[in-house]
């Protein structure tokens, strides 16, 4: 019966050597980051549990509050690292915490459940304390924030109406300015914009064709005729040299352009003498022109304006030399 007892008790204490040296390969730890807070404020808790890789550990279940003052916020993951001991690994979790209450704050002890072969255990952490510290009330202000708040960065979302408004309020401005301006100088607010004129020499030739195709010649009309010709012509002379031809007589026109004998060569300007002169004959001497008379004078108003047209840059063409184009009256 002694015999039995004495292997009994070496049996346990083999036991209890395997499990002290195991134990002391296995550590917990709550370490807590700050142990003053204001109300309110957030301070990180991290779970740390060293064990070796062959032993089952359960990691204890966190809800949404670590007791009836503390409160968790958030919570990472089981985050797994190999120490530089053998078959020996440290597990962390980090949980976010906080506390509207104010005064002395523990958090209780975190419990780990241990499995080594056949045999279960738990081990425990240590509390972790901290103090939760309220903010000076100033009774004369009235209650005050517990925190001031973040300032937040400025998006284009928040400042777009109110560069749309400086837009709409600018061009409004500008709008009344323009509109007053206008109505000063007596002009339309919105005007059309400006044809360019058209060439002196397209305008005259463009009207000779046209008395060619009326014929006035053949209904007797030899007073419109020459009329329209004259007018043609004077009408070109005062676009084209800036002589004032519709209100000058014949000779006023024709000592304008002696007085400027740059302007036309000598055989233009006695083109232009003939039929102004001739047409002055028709229309107040009621002279009467033979049938060639007319020809002529419609030749010679395409010769006038063909030699003396303002030339583009572009065109090489001489002037003087040009003859024109040949005019048949029937």
Known sequence: ????????????????????????????????????????????????????????????????????????????????????????????????????????????????????????????????????????????????????????????????????????????????????????????????????KEPAHIIALRELDRIKEEKLWQTEEIKAYYSLVSDTLRTYIEDRFNIQAMEYTTDETIQAFEQRKTLVAGKSFEELKNILTLADLVKFAKYQPLPDDHNLTLMNAYLFVNQTKKEDKKQSQPTDDCEGEDVVLK
């Open 1 to 196: 019966m002694k015999g039995h007892k004495t292997i009994a008790f070496v049996l346990a204490l083999l036991l209890w050597q395997t499990t002290t040296v195991q134990a002391q390969k296995i550590q917990a730890r709550a370490i807590i980051d700050s142990t003053n807070i204001l109300i309110g404020d957030q301070i990180n808790l991290r779970i740390e549990l060293d064990q070796p890789t062959n032993v089952g550990i359960e990691f204890p279940i966190i809800g949404d509050s670590l007791s009836a003052t503390v409160e968790i916020i958030d919570k990472s993951p089981l985050d797994t690292f190999q120490l530089d001991e053998k078959d020996q690994i440290k597990i962390i979790q980090n949980l976010t915490i906080t506390s509207f209450d104010s005064g002395k704050q523990v958090v209780p002890p975190f419990r780990f459940l241990l499995k080594y072969d056949e045999l279960y255990d738990t081990i425990e952490t240590l509390p972790a304390e901290f103090f939760v510290h309220s903010m000076p009330i100033d009774t004369t202000k009235g209650p005050t924030d517990i925190k001031k708040p973040y300032d937040a960065p400025v998006t284009l979302k928040e400042v777009s109406p109110y560069i749309l408004g400086a837009i709409l309020i600018g061009a409004m401005i500008f709008f009344l300015f323009y509109y007053i301006q206008r109505r000063r100088k007596n002009k339309p607010i919105f005007a059309k914009p400006v044809k360019p």
